[in-house]
């Protein structure tokens, strides 16, 4: 399938995240992600916007009755920026991995500016 949008990693968040999962979960993780990167619309059931934030969106996984989450956002456009996850507990998104989330999208525009100034 042909890519509509990119998806990359800020940092080593993600990646530090996902090594500490089971394989069977980190594959479920890759399928949505090319699910992301794939489809023009992309479903609820694997993306969705947390309300009440800057434009942050949760990727969401399923595998049996436990869910995961990535928190991720858009970038001019095509860009998703994948950040912290984390293995959900609650019917509630913790609110401090929402702030965690919140401000880590805050430093990859920080730095992006700073880039964009030199």
């Given at each position: 399938m042909?890519?509509?949008?990119?998806?990359i990693?800020?940092?080593?968040?993600?990646?530090d995240?996902?090594?500490?999962?089971?394989?069977?979960?980190?594959?479920?993780?890759?399928?949505?992600?090319?699910?992301?990167?794939t489809?023009?619309r992309?479903?609820?059931?694997?993306?969705?916007?947390?309300?009440?934030?800057?434009g942050?969106?949760?990727v969401r996984?399923?595998?049996?009755?436990?869910?995961?989450?990535v928190?991720?956002f858009?970038?001019?456009?095509?860009?998703?920026?994948?950040?912290?996850?984390?293995?959900?507990?609650?019917?509630?998104?913790p609110?401090?991995?929402?702030?965690?989330?919140?401000?880590?999208m805050?430093?990859?525009?920080?730095?992006?500016?700073?880039?964009?100034?030199?």
């Amino acid at each position: 399938m042909e890519k509509v949008r990119e998806v990359i990693a800020y940092r080593n968040y993600f990646e530090d995240f996902l090594k500490k999962q089971p394989i069977k979960i980190q594959d479920k993780i890759y399928k949505v992600i090319e699910i992301i990167e794939t489809y023009e619309r992309i479903p609820t059931q694997y993306l969705k916007y947390i309300s009440g934030t800057p434009g942050l969106f949760e990727v969401r996984i399923k595998l049996g009755s436990n869910i995961w989450r990535v928190f991720c956002f858009f970038d001019e456009g095509k860009l998703v920026i994948l950040l912290n996850g984390f293995q959900k507990k609650t019917q509630k998104t913790p609110k401090k991995e929402i702030e965690k989330a919140t401000r880590l999208m805050s430093e990859y525009f920080d730095e992006k500016q700073k880039e964009d100034t030199k």
